[in-house]
């Protein structure tokens, strides 16, 4: 184990290392190669790789996304940024349409192995237009994958993973993550996509997050240590396809169930989970599956109103014992 | 540019393979019982078709609209795994999963047909970018219509192959129509390729039905894209003998168009061209005929015979 490494250079580490080991791995976006990201993540990589391998391209997400598509079903492995989640709206086309269906589609004729990034900035006083964290949108696509990295030990893995992956994935990165700080492993390693993480063993009730809720669940498990109660902790890491089994086996243990996730409770990835889990392990529940995520309404730049609408610690303390009140 | 009578040959089969196959899917199609779905058939457009891919070599990719077979097979796929796919069998180019609108045959260079206007582009500009890439001379040619040219996938493609100097020949079939609406509706100027100077490339407009003018016009674009000098965009006036979808009764066009470009049909023309400089005679044209009409029996044999897919079909594949 060496020194601590922030969650961004994980990530640049991990795409570093990909493009040493396989020359068919590019990365591609805006301002990714030259000024080495908005945020710095791809910074590096064109002085070490050259523009050909560190590609800075017009503002056309949708095309960066299409190009992607078709550099891969033509037998290369591009890694795309989208520099806020809000604008991968302009690739819903090209995720859906065609990366995710053209390797069925088309009989399997060809693989479409593509990563594209996506960095959420909730939190920040960013905006409608600049703070979604819009996973739920994709997790319900077949032939896409969507991960989304809590640490930077699986910053690192799951982008290894990712790019390793002969499918399309989505890699949700949130800013407010990056620059969380972590002693990394030595040598090459990857963090499976399709596995969750039981972060900490419990059995009073599970909570599922998935994300930088990670940050906001660990503190809560301290606090409800304080009044006696030890929860199961499960990180998803992936959220399609997603690791349904660990769940089962947790709950079947604990008895009830709390997912936290940054996105709105209504139709997010936490309605997915919690109808699964009441259809598979009805006789397992004491208690009906909650979810802790965000209003119906939009995402505000002021402050007091961005902190009520975002999921965070006390609100998974107070929806725990309420549970087990 | 002198062409020799070999390639003159050439292209008249393409075109003569590209017409029977649609004008036998065509009647099969309106017997009712055979073909599923949709179909959006290219007689008219066969020049297009024929004097683009000629031009192309096998390792060489295309990108293909809803209205893609005649291209398809001007590239040179085997129609009995077009057609197969046409009956949705498992036999099919796509194992009878995607049908008309979403062909693909990798293995001859048809990276895919799209059953979303324009989104060829986007996908073509990501495969010029990997024969780039992999430092070939290969280069990429998509299809596409007025309609398309409206999208924001043709700007936007059309600016990053410009900017990333990337090898693609954007192939526009100016039919006069973009599904029922007449091209008026969807672009402001007449000759759309024009605009390519505006995005830094060159653009030519030549008469889509003349198939050795389009040969050609393409050889130059594709002498163009092979040199690495970006990419490069060529617009033919042309005209779809059909409806939209084979069943559309085509209200929206004027008494007597139709009859106008019937008088100027791409391979009638050629034909008569052919004969009158004894590049063949009646007896080589008929040869040519009864081949491709061989070919095209063949294939519908071939596609009765091949089995409905299992239900497992659905299920296979989705994950690499």
Same mark, same amino acid.
């Given at each position: 184990m060496g020194k601590p490494i922030m969650f961004q250079w994980a990530i640049n580490h991990a795409i570093a290392e990909e493009m040493r080991r396989d020359p068919t791995v590019f990365i591609i976006g805006e301002d990714v190669g030259k000024p080495g990201g908005p945020f710095g993540v791809t910074r590096g990589i064109l002085d070490e790789f050259g523009p050909e391998r560190a590609v800075d391209t017009p503002i056309s997400e949708g095309t960066i996304v299409g190009l992607c598509a078709g550099a891969a079903a033509s037998g290369l492995r591009p890694v795309a940024e989208i520099m806020f989640m809000n604008f991968i709206t302009l690739c819903v086309e090209e995720l859906y349409n065609q990366a995710s269906k053209m390797r069925w589609m088309f009989g399997a004729q060809v693989k479409v192995p593509m990563v594209v990034r996506a960095m959420t900035a909730g939190g920040y006083g960013a905006g409608p237009h600049h703070s979604s964290s819009l996973e739920s949108l994709f997790a319900? &696509?077949? @032939?896409l994958k969507v991960v989304m990295p809590s640490t930077p030990v699986n910053a690192k893995g799951l982008m290894k993973a990712a790019i390793r992956d002969d499918n399309p994935v989505l890699y949700v990165e949130p800013l407010s993550s990056y620059k969380l700080k972590a002693e990394m492993p030595e040598g090459d390693f990857i963090t499976p996509i399709g596995k969750c993480e039981v972060v900490k063993e419990g059995s009073d009730i599970t909570i599922v997050t998935v994300g930088r809720m990670l940050q906001e669940s660990l503190k809560a498990v301290d606090q409800l240590a304080k009044d006696g109660i030890k929860p199961e902790l499960i990180d998803l890491l992936t959220v399609s396809p997603l690791d349904m089994d660990t769940i089962y086996t947790s709950v079947k243990k604990t008895h009830r169930l709390v997912i936290i996730h =940054?996105?709105? =409770?209504? &139709? @997010?990835i936490g309605a997915e989970i919690a109808a699964l889990v009441q259809e598979k392990a009805f006789d397992w529940l004491d208690a009906p599956v909650a979810r802790v995520a965000a209003p119906f309404t939009h995402i505000a730049f002021q402050p007091k109103l961005e902190q009520h609408y975002l999921p965070d610690a006390g609100k998974l303390v107070a929806k725990v014992k309420t549970m087990l009140g | 540019m002198k062409i020799s009578k070999d390639t003159k040959i050439d292209l008249f089969t393409r075109m003569v393979k590209v017409r029977t196959f649609e004008d036998d899917t065509n009647k099969i199609f309106m017997a009712g019982k055979e073909m599923p779905g949709f179909l959006h058939l290219s007689q008219g457009e066969d020049a297009m078709a024929a004097g683009t891919c000629a031009n192309l070599r096998m390792d060489d990719a295309i990108y293909t609209t809803h209205r893609g077979h005649g291209c398809i097979i001007a590239k040179g796929a085997d129609l009995k795994p077009m057609m197969a796919e046409l009956f949705g069998r498992i036999d099919g180019c796509c194992k009878g999963r995607a049908g008309s609108m979403h062909f693909a045959d990798v293995k001859t260079g048809c990276m895919g047909s799209n059953g979303v206007v324009g989104e060829g582009m986007r996908l073509a500009v990501g495969t010029a970018f990997a024969q780039k890439y992999n430092k070939t001379d290969n280069v990429t040619a998509v299809f596409f219509g007025e309609g398309a040219s409206g999208t924001g996938s043709f700007h936007e493609s059309f600016n990053m192959a410009a900017t990333l100097k990337l090898p693609v020949i954007f192939v526009c079939s100016i039919n006069l129509y973009a599904q029922m609406t007449h091209k008026s509706v969807h672009i402001a100027i007449d000759d759309m390729a024009e605009r390519a100077a505006g995005y830094g490339a060159p653009g030519v407009t030549f008469d889509g039905n003349d198939v050795e003018v389009v040969y050609e016009e393409v050889a130059k674009a594709v002498k163009h894209c092979r040199a690495g000098k970006g990419p490069y965009l060529v617009e033919g006036k042309t005209y779809r003998h059909y409806g939209h979808y084979i069943g559309d009764p085509c209200n929206y066009r004027p008494a007597g168009e139709l009859e106008e470009w019937m008088k100027k049909d791409p391979v009638v023309l050629y034909e008569k061209k052919l004969l009158k400089e004894g590049v063949l005679d009646a007896k080589g044209v008929q040869q040519i005929k009864d081949e491709c009409k061989r070919l095209v029996d063949e294939a519908v044999e071939y596609a009765r015979k091949s089995p409905q897919p299992e239900i497992e079909e659905l299920y296979k594949d989705i994950f690499a």
């Open positions: 319900g &696509m077949p @032939g =940054e996105a709105k =409770e209504t &139709m @997010g | -």
